[in-house]
Structures are given as C-alpha cells and as structure tokens.
C-alpha cells in the first residue's frame, strides 16, 4: 500500500519569509495529491492540491510543486504570516476517500 | 447546511467498553471515511465506504467496526475499548471518488482507561 513520509516534523520561520514542507510516496499508482492545514483544536481543511498530469500549481501565497519521476511534492509558503502557523498535512492516493496522510508539519511563524 | 457532523465531542471510556462514535453528514456524499489522529502519526485511514451498503478496511481497521445503512450515516463502532484506541477521531465524506474535496468532522477525543 501507499506509504508517506513528510519532512521537517517542526519548521520555524520568521514572519515575511518562505516555508517548505517536503513529501515522498511509494505508490506509483497515485494521481492525487492534497495538502491539509490543521490549526490548534480544529478539523483539518484543505487548501491546495494537485493532480499527476501537472507539475506545479499555485494559488495565491501557497504553491505546490510535483515530481513524479522521483515520487515527492513539496508545498511552499511565501510571505508567511502568524496566520500560516499550523500543522500541515500532505497525502496521496488515488482516491480521494483513501487518502494517506503524512505524519505532518507544525509550522510556527515568528512575528 | 451542516456538513459532517459528528458526536460526541469528548468520551471516556473504561477498558473493555463499548461504544459508537457517530458520524453524519447532509451533503449527500457518497464517500465517507474515518481516520485517527494520533500526536507524531499523523492521520490513519481506519474503515471507508463507497456507498451504502459497502464498507472496506483502511491502515489500522482492528479493534473497529463500521457500517452503511444510509448514505447520510457511518458509525464506528469500538467493540471492546483499550487504552492505545485513546485518539482523536475524525469522520470525513467526498463527493467524487477521484476529484472531490475530503470534508472534515469537527472531531471526536475519545480517551480510554
């Protein structure tokens, strides 16, 4: 089955400054891959995904970008603000319904 | 329009109980899921279900049983509670198999003793 593993556990940034969060998977039959941000106490909530027919997609401060060849995808955050500081997830599948999760990122963003 | 609505909240449970988490949700999804989230593990597909009706295992099903009668409703059942089921729960649902978002409950901390 899928397997995916997320890098760094923890990430501290100054606010204004960019934040990376690294993803590797093991099926090469997954086509679909989300990124969740869970803040303190609350439900996780999707905010961006992407599709293996496209490389990179970017909404506004938030991109993610995909490697299919080398099985990993990376969500960058530019301009982080306190706002940004949560636990992100990513995860793949070929179901949305069977998503499997990362172990997840607590990012903080100092101000 | 509620969404995924899921109860209860917070329950504790002594080892050896019973109990059913419940889950619904009023966006007439045919997909629903239900993970655990554990500190450091991230979240980890326990049961799924494609329609009513059609139930299947996920990472970590053991200890867990779920059905589905309805579309509307997925509960999930603890048989015999042990305290490494100490978790909080989250039932989800998606519209599309493979091009739905995942809709999240608010969450179930469920502590056993």
């Known amino acids: 089955g899928e397997n995916v593993e997320q890098h760094p556990s923890t990430l501290s940034v100054q606010e204004g400054d960019s934040a990376v969060i690294k993803c590797t998977y093991s099926?090469?039959?997954?086509?679909?891959f989300p990124w969740y941000k869970q803040e303190l106490g609350k439900r996780p909530q999707l905010i961006i995904d992407i599709r293996s027919n496209v490389g990179e997609k970017k909404d506004q401060r938030i991109a993610v970008t995909l490697n299919k060849t080398a099985k990993h995808f990376s969500l960058h955050i530019t301009e982080t603000q306190p706002e940004d500081s949560a636990v992100y997830f990513c995860?793949?599948?070929?179901?949305?319904?069977?998503?499997?999760f990362g172990t997840g990122t607590l990012l903080a963003v100092q101000p | 329009n509620a969404g995924v609505t899921q109860t209860p909240k917070f329950q504790v449970l002594k080892t050896g109980q019973s109990m059913t988490l419940q889950c619904a949700q009023d966006m007439n999804h045919e997909y629903m899921s239900w993970y655990r989230q554990d500190p450091g593990m991230g979240l980890r597909l326990i049961h799924y279900s494609v329609g009513a009706g059609i139930t299947d295992q996920g990472e970590v099903p053991n200890g867990y049983n779920v059905s589905r009668s309805t579309t509307e409703d997925f509960p999930l059942r603890l048989l015999s509670a042990a305290p490494s089921q100490t978790s909080v729960y989250f039932c989800?649902?998606?519209?599309?198999?493979?091009?739905?978002?995942?809709?999240f409950g608010e969450g179930s901390r469920l502590t056993v003793l």
């Open positions: 995860a793949a599948s070929r179901w949305t319904n069977k998503l499997i």
């Open positions: 099926d090469s039959a997954s086509n679909y």
């Open positions: 989800a649902s998606s519209s599309d198999r493979s091009n739905g978002e995942l809709f």
